[in-house]
């Protein structure tokens, strides 16, 4: 495959969160970095986590596990910084990820999902990976994550 033609195939970072490896599209993926101290404090927004200090900067930590995979996250090891588009502006944030995460291409397949967030899905030596729209998948995630009560507030 030439430059040319390698420049034509998507690329996708794909990530483990939750119980679910999943990809996204490389072009909002700003870095991955080790995990920062978090830090938590009382809020009503439920899918922020907390925030980490990266570069000077404040980030939201947007927990989309729980959506996602169905499940809550375990430990993070890493999180992976992401660029999101907000009206005509955009914004980082961090998603917490529980292993490493690799550059991938690939071709995406039809997605055959009713969540409304998976645009499709790649295949990486057998195994399906899905292919999210992260707007989406966070939209989904703050709706689910609003249904269930964190083990802390359920043992108070």
């Known amino acids: ?6 420049n034509l195939v998507p690329s996708f970072v794909v990530l483990q969160v939750g119980t679910r490896r999943i990809a996204l599209p490389r072009e909002g993926v700003a870095e991955l970095i080790a995990s920062p101290l978090l830090f938590t404090f009382p809020h009503t927004t439920p899918l922020i ?3 980490v200090l990266r570069r ?6 947007l927990d989309l596990a729980h959506g996602v995979s169905g499940a809550p996250s375990s430990s993070t090891r890493f999180y ?6 907000i009206s005509n502006a955009s914004e980082k944030c961090a998603i917490p990820v529980q292993g490493a995460c690799e550059l991938v291409t690939g071709i995406v397949f039809p997605a055959g999902d009713d969540r409304g967030f998976v645009t499709g899905h790649l ?3 057998g195994e399906q990976i899905e292919v999210l729209d992260l707007e989406k998948a966070i939209a989904f995630s703050a709706a689910q994550k609003s249904e269930w009560i ?3 507030e359920a043992l108070s």
Do not use: H, K, Q
């Not at 000077?56 to 930590?61: A, K, Q, T």
């Not at 992976?80 to 588009?85: A, K």
């Open 1 to 6: 495959m030439n430059a040319e033609t390698n």
């Open 49 to 51: 986590s907390g925030v």
């Open 80 to 85: 992976l910084v992401v660029e999101r588009p």
């Open 56 to 61: 000077g900067r404040i980030l939201p930590v």
């Open 150 to 152: 964190p083990a802390t």
């Open 123 to 125: 295949d990486l030596n």
